[in-house]
Structures are given as structure tokens and as C-alpha cells.
């Protein structure tokens, strides 16, 4: 198992500019969650999906859009990237989402910067 | 707005010392609490969860929880180089909540100096 992949690895934008960030993983998890991590600070939670078709704003979710057609896939769009979207942006999933015993797993993490 | 405070750092430690590694968390309802290993680059790693309060031991981790005083803490016994890095930790962000709700501090960074 490939567990979770994100691409690209890096990716500079301009201001103005769209792109998607992939995600996929292939261990049948139902849920799945896109933070973003600014130097020096932790993780805020961006979207996430408890399943295909259902999705959920976390705590950061302007200037992004998701979905989730299918239950590997969760790309991640930026439209109208701006510099305060410079940061690095993780995928995660998890199995059953549970509060209690669940865990997360990451992706490597996709780093953006928009000039 | 639920908050999780950690100590940035950085805390330094000699090989084969504890470290002590500690969080508070500001929602009284929170339930569930984890400690994530970051190396530098990487992505985040589930080292620890604790529910109760109390001690969990894992090997060379130990996490405790103390709800009352809404702290969390996280020991390595026997530090080693290889455990330098920057040390998450998240909290369930409501009663009954999914981990949808996670909420993660800062993080602090540990140095293992040999």
C-alpha cells in the first residue's frame, strides 16, 4: 500500500492563478482532511470529507474548494491564489473518523508558494 | 475559539535524559488527546492518543492526562538523537465530534544533543 500520495511535491504560483492539489490514498478509508501548515504554527484544518459526496468546512476553508467524487480521490482547488495561501498543505485519512480511537494518516504534504 | 498553547521551544535535552513535553487545551469538554512526531520537511506521525487520566505508557513514551487542570503531557525516557523534532499535540475539538474537529497546538521543537 502506497498509504496517502500528494502532488505535486512543490509548485510556485502567481497571484490570480488556479491550481488542484491531489490527494489519494488507498487504504479504504471513509475520511479524509486537508490541513495547511504555516512555518512555525500547526495544523489547521481546511476541509474534510466523512465520505464520497459528503463534505465539511474545518477551521480555514476561504479561498478553497473540494470533493469528493469517489472514496480514494479528495482534491484540494485553490481559485484566486493569494500570498496568504503560501504555506505547506497536507492530506490526510482516516478510517472511520471515530473522535475517540481513530488515527490519521498524513500525506507528504504538497508546499505552495504564491508571488 | 478552542485553543491548544505548547511551549515552541527550542527545549534541548542530552542524550539518555527525559524529556518533558507538555500542552493545555482551553475546551473543558474535550475528550480525546494525541501527541504527533514532525521531522523536519516530513509530515506529522501519530506517536500517542490518551483518553483517561492518568498515564499511558508506549515504550519509551509516556503520555498523561489530567483533565481537571486541562494539561497534557508527553515524557521520553532514554532520549536519543533520533528523536529530535517538533512535537504536535492535537485535541478533539468537542464532545462526540469526529476527528473533523481536531485542533493542534503550535508544537514544540526538541533537540537530543549527543
Known amino acids: ?115 | 475559539q478552542k485553543e491548544v498553547e505548547q511551549n515552541s521551544g527550542p527545549l534541548s535535552v542530552p542524550e539518555g535524559a527525559i524529556a518533558s513535553l507538555n500542552c493545555t487545551y482551553s475546551d473543558r469538554v474535550s475528550q480525546s488527546f494525541f501527541w504527533y512526531r514532525q521531522y523536519s520537511g516530513k509530515s506529522p506521525e501519530l506517536i500517542m492518543s490518551i483518553y483517561s487520566n492518568g498515564d499511558k505508557e508506549d515504550g519509551r513514551f509516556t503520555a498523561q492526562l489530567n483533565k481537571a487542570s486541562q494539561y497534557v503531557s508527553l515524557l521520553i525516557r532514554d532520549s536519543q538523537p533520533s528523536d529530535s523534532a517538533t512535537y504536535l499535540c492535537a485535541v478533539n475539538g468537542g464532545l462526540g465530534g469526529s476527528q473533523g474537529n481536531l485542533i493542534f497546538g503550535k508544537g514544540t521543537k526538541l533537540s537530543v544533543k549527543p
Not at chain 1, 27 to 40: E, I, L, S, V
Not at chain 1, 79 to 91: G, I, K, M
Open chain 1, 1 to 115: 500500500n502506497a498509504g496517502v500520495t500528494q502532488t505535486p511535491k512543490f509548485r510556485i504560483l502567481k497571484i490570480g492563478q488556479s491550481m488542484t492539489l491531489q490527494c489519494t490514498q488507498d487504504m479504504n478509508h471513509n475520511y479524509m482532511y486537508w490541513y495547511r501548515q504555516d512555518p512555525g504554527m500547526g495544523l489547521k484544518l481546511i476541509y474534510y470529507s466523512v465520505g464520497a459526496g459528503i463534505t465539511d468546512k474545518g477551521e480555514v476553508p476561504n479561498g478553497y474548494n473540494v470533493s469528493r467524487s469517489t472514496t480514494e480521490d479528495f482534491p484540494l482547488r485553490l481559485e484566486l491564489a493569494a500570498p496568504s495561501q503560501t504555506s505547506v498543505y497536507f492530506c490526510a485519512s482516516s478510517l472511520t473518523g471515530e473522535w475517540l480511537t481513530d488515527t490519521q494518516y498524513f500525506g507528504p504534504g504538497t508546499r505552495l508558494t504564491v508571488l
